[in-house]
């Protein structure tokens, strides 16, 4: 047995060696052009059944004569393996060869051995000598009874199952009785094999549907499981910032109140003073007046003493006179003011917000947002020209028809979408209507569409005065193609021969363009050459990605490496010398620092480190089953870190985990709009939608692989697409490197 062989039975499965058509065990197994293997009768039943053979699996059809029959290639693998899977089978014995106790289920095609499943293999594989021979699986249903029996009339054992009557729904020998029956009735009656071929092909429609509608429930429950943790996470995060909100309070209260008592005891200083001064002076007086009395009263009696009582008279005058001109309600020396007592008001204001709004307010994603930002006297009294306004970014925007876009409003005064309004209005007289959302911290997200081209003016108004910023010119442009980019040779001094492979965004705006060559020519977005740089000699640059800090990597077909360079082209490091062998489109994780590389040769993903060059790892394996590849073309990422990958000749869009393990097929095989035929190109816009060149079209889908549109027309010359990049949000435009014709194609979408 060869060794590609023997080193497939570790990897076959029972399916792999069964036609797809019958649904049996392959017969002379003959492939297609389309590179899908069959048996040669289940061909023939096809072609003289339906005049022409569709092939089940990719839907190619092929015009085959009979002639053409004889000369359909033999799939030598399949019938090799299927003599190894016959011979093993008939030869296998009833007991195990190293136990002899067990029934065997391995055969080790190096050994030579039948061996049971434990421990007998778990041995086999422990031993350093064997651990790495190729083992194949024994079906036992196949030792139990042959898959020919099925095709065996139940009554005529011998017989095979010939012929298939639609109307009674019976199958039937050459024998059968009924078959007369059928005939004399003039039944519509076919042969079996054709039979089971159409069965078979409305089962596999059946199936397909099936899965189908498995992958859209699993999406779903994908999604409800995910919005769940969403809803269980922002309830946690409400339930601390009500706790946070509760104890900012408590101490905004604590220190309102702290306030307060210090107000009342900076009256109580004050008045005390006062007091004691006004106490002081009394005090003063009464002892004068005191005074007076006793001296008056050691005279008393003595006619003699009548000087000392005039003069004790005048004092005590003096003392009558400063008492009726003193309030002793007021301080004697300081105050000329009303006396001041001292009495608590509570504030009516904090009861009626307590009540009315409390804390704060629970709301919804799908409500429209309003926050009060109460100040302590009540709400603001500030003009609306000066704090609301229009973002300087969208004071003057382009869209392109039907593109949703949003203008950003912020202010400093109380947040009430209430009364903000936003009108759209075409010079004809023509009015939208918008979405205004509140974001929080005085930001607002207005949300309009136009689907009539021309220029438009969105009118932003509080109440009834304009904004700042307000009205917004908003030009919408056209959809489809807007430039081409051509004389690409004329522009080289290298290579001139070679078509152009990739395009990506430069960190001024411009357009880079690479074409299997040392130049990397740049072109401004409206298709004007600006203009040409160089890498190093025997470079032949294929795709390019930027990757931040005004470096860049690119696949250097020549070299079979990957190239990183700074803004000045020059080189800093190359990746995957003596391991890629034809590297193509290219991305980088920022996040992560992994490069991502596609080889067509290897038919499967390299990752690097960016920061050192060290090989990571790679996933990805030549063929068509679920993660395997055939002659991959380009890689990009989603925002979750999920690796898209361009299956070209698989003919499908393929998704892989942030573990890179394959998740599924986003989008596949077709030639009609909504599937894919040679994907060349694949990149993610702003808004998380996928673009897709392949073969001579152009397509839109959202992050899930659900079809939106064709962005080229049929009209527009796409010849093999490859190389594709967002060059612009608004309007959304994307630039393509069209392969074959050699030039560049800028659509708006």
């Known amino acids: 047995m060869s060794q590609a062989v023997s080193k497939a039975l570790q990897f076959m499965d029972k399916k792999d060696?069964?036609?797809?058509?019958?649904?049996?065990?392959?017969?002379?197994?003959?492939?297609?052009?389309?590179?899908?293997?069959?048996?040669?009768?289940?061909?023939?039943?096809?072609?003289?059944?339906?005049?022409?053979?569709?092939?089940?699996?990719?839907?190619?059809?092929?015009?085959?004569?009979?002639?053409?029959?004889?000369?359909?290639?033999?799939?030598?693998?399949?019938?090799?393996?299927?003599?190894?899977?016959?011979?093993?089978?008939?030869?296998?014995?009833?007991?195990?060869?190293?136990?002899?106790?067990?029934?065997?289920?391995?055969?080790?095609?190096?050994?030579?051995?039948?061996?049971?499943?434990?421990?007998?293999?778990?041995?086999?594989?422990?031993?350093?000598?064997?651990?790495?021979?190729?083992?194949?699986?024994?079906?036992?249903?196949?030792?139990?009874?042959?898959?020919?029996?099925?095709?065996?009339?139940?009554?005529?054992?011998?017989?095979?199952?010939?012929?298939?009557?639609?109307?009674?729904?019976?199958?039937?020998?050459?024998?059968?009785?009924?078959?007369?029956?059928?005939?004399?009735?003039?039944?519509?009656?076919?042969?079996?094999?054709?039979?089971?071929?159409?069965?078979?092909?409305?089962a596999n429609e059946v199936v397909k549907v099936a899965h189908e509608i498995k992958n859209k429930l699993t999406k779903k429950l994908e999604f409800i499981t995910r919005n769940k943790s969403e809803?269980?996470?922002?309830?946690?995060?409400?339930?601390?910032?009500?706790?946070?909100?509760?104890?900012?309070?408590?101490?905004?209260?604590?220190?309102?109140?702290?306030?307060?008592?210090?107000?009342?005891?900076?009256?109580?200083?004050?008045?005390?003073?006062?007091?004691?001064?006004?106490?002081?002076?009394?005090?003063?007086?009464?002892?004068?007046?005191?005074?007076?009395?006793?001296?008056?009263?050691?005279?008393?009696?003595?006619?003699?003493?009548?000087?000392?009582?005039?003069?004790?008279?005048?004092?005590?005058?003096?003392?009558?006179?400063?008492?009726?001109?003193?309030?002793?309600?007021?301080?004697?020396?300081?105050?000329?003011?009303?006396?001041?007592?001292?009495?608590?008001?509570?504030?009516?204001?904090?009861?009626?917000?307590?009540?009315?709004?409390?804390?704060?307010?629970?709301?919804?994603?799908?409500?429209?947002?309003?926050?009060?930002?109460?100040?302590?006297?009540?709400?603001?009294?500030?003009?609306?020209?000066?704090?609301?306004?229009?973002?300087?970014?969208?004071?003057?925007?382009?869209?392109?028809?039907?593109?949703?876009?949003?203008?950003?409003?912020?202010?400093?005064?109380?947040?009430?979408?209430?009364?903000?309004?936003?009108?759209?209005?075409?010079a004809s007289g023509e009015e939208l209507a918008t979405e205004i959302k509140y974001q929080g911290n005085g930001e607002y997200k207005i949300t309009g569409r136009c689907n009539v081209e021309g220029d438009w003016q969105m009118k932003i108004t509080f109440g009834v005065t304009q904004i700042n910023g307000s009205p917004v010119n908003i030009k919408v442009e056209s959809l489809g193609l807007v430039h081409t980019i051509g004389n690409i040779p004329k522009y080289k001094e290298h290579s001139k021969k070679a078509k152009v492979s990739g395009v990506i965004l430069d960190t001024d705006g411009c357009i880079l363009v690479s074409s299997y060559s040392k130049d990397i020519l740049k072109f401004n977005q409206s298709g004007v050459y600006v203009a040409k740089r160089q890498v190093r000699q025997n470079v032949h640059v294929n795709e390019m990605h930027q990757i931040g800090d005004g470096h860049m990597v690119y696949s250097d077909d020549l070299g079979h490496c990957v190239v990183m360079c700074d803004d000045k082209f020059q080189e800093i490091r190359s990746f995957g010398k003596g391991i890629l062998e034809c590297p193509n489109g290219l991305t980088v994780n920022r996040e992560t620092s992994i490069l991502y590389v596609v080889d067509r040769g290897a038919h499967c993903v390299f990752k690097f480190n960016v920061d050192d060059g060290r090989l990571l790892g790679k996933f990805g394996s030549e063929g068509s089953k679920f993660g395997q590849m055939n002659d991959p073309s380009d890689v990009t990422l989603t925002k979750e870190g999920y690796v898209i990958v361009a299956d070209c000749d698989n003919n499908r869009i393929q998704m892989f985990n942030e573990k890179e393990k394959f998740k599924e097929i986003l989008i596949g095989c077709g030639k009609k709009d909504g599937k894919v035929w040679g994907p060349c190109g694949v990149t993610i816009d702003m808004d998380e939608n996928i673009i897709i060149s392949s073969n001579h079209k152009l397509q839109l889908f959202d992050k899930n692989g659900v079809f939106i549109k064709r962005i080229d027309h049929e009209d527009d010359g796409l010849d093999i697409p490859c190389g594709i990049t967002v060059i612009s949000n608004r309007p959304r435009r994307v630039a393509v490197a069209n392969h074959e014709a050699n030039n560049i194609k800028i659509f708006n979408y």
């Open 17 to 202: 060696l069964e036609c797809s058509i019958c649904l049996s065990r392959f017969h002379q197994p003959k492939t297609l052009k389309c590179m899908h293997t069959y048996c040669l009768q289940c061909i023939q039943k096809w072609v003289e059944t339906h005049g022409k053979m569709k092939c089940p699996t990719c839907g190619q059809e092929h015009n085959l004569t009979r002639y053409d029959l004889k000369e359909l290639t033999s799939n030598t693998m399949i019938i090799q393996l299927l003599e190894y899977v016959r011979k093993t089978e008939d030869q296998k014995p009833s007991k195990c060869t190293c136990c002899d106790i067990n029934q065997p289920e391995y055969h080790c095609q190096t050994c030579q051995l039948y061996l049971c499943g434990a421990p007998c293999i778990k041995q086999h594989k422990r031993v350093p000598s064997t651990k790495d021979h190729p083992l194949y699986t024994l079906d036992k249903k196949e030792q139990e009874g042959s898959s020919d029996e099925q095709n065996k009339c139940k009554v005529h054992c011998k017989n095979s199952l010939e012929f298939y009557c639609s109307t009674c729904n019976k199958s039937a020998c050459k024998q059968c009785e009924h078959i007369l029956y059928c005939h004399k009735k003039q039944h519509k009656m076919i042969p079996m094999s054709t039979a089971v071929i159409e069965f078979n092909s409305d």
């Open 231 to 426: 809803i269980d996470s922002q309830i946690n995060l409400c339930r601390t910032a009500i706790g946070i909100q509760e104890q900012k309070l408590m101490e905004k209260v604590a220190e309102k109140s702290k306030e307060l008592m210090s107000d009342v005891e900076e009256i109580y200083k004050e008045e005390k003073e006062d007091i004691d001064s006004i106490l002081q002076d009394i005090d003063s007086k009464m002892t004068q007046v005191n005074n007076l009395l006793a001296s008056i009263n050691t005279i008393m009696n003595k006619p003699e003493e009548k000087e000392v009582l005039e003069s004790q008279q005048k004092n005590l005058k003096a003392v009558r006179d400063t008492v009726h001109r003193t309030d002793f309600y007021r301080p004697v020396q300081k105050s000329k003011k009303k006396r001041i007592t001292p009495r608590f008001i509570p504030s009516t204001r904090l009861d009626e917000l307590i009540n009315t709004e409390g804390i704060g307010k629970i709301i919804t994603a799908d409500n429209a947002y309003k926050v009060d930002n109460d100040d302590e006297a009540g709400i603001s009294n500030i003009t609306v020209g000066s704090t609301y306004k229009v973002a300087k970014d969208d004071q003057v925007i382009t869209v392109t028809k039907g593109q949703p876009f949003v203008v950003k409003v912020t202010s400093k005064a109380v947040s009430d979408t209430s009364r903000l309004g936003a009108t759209l209005r075409k």
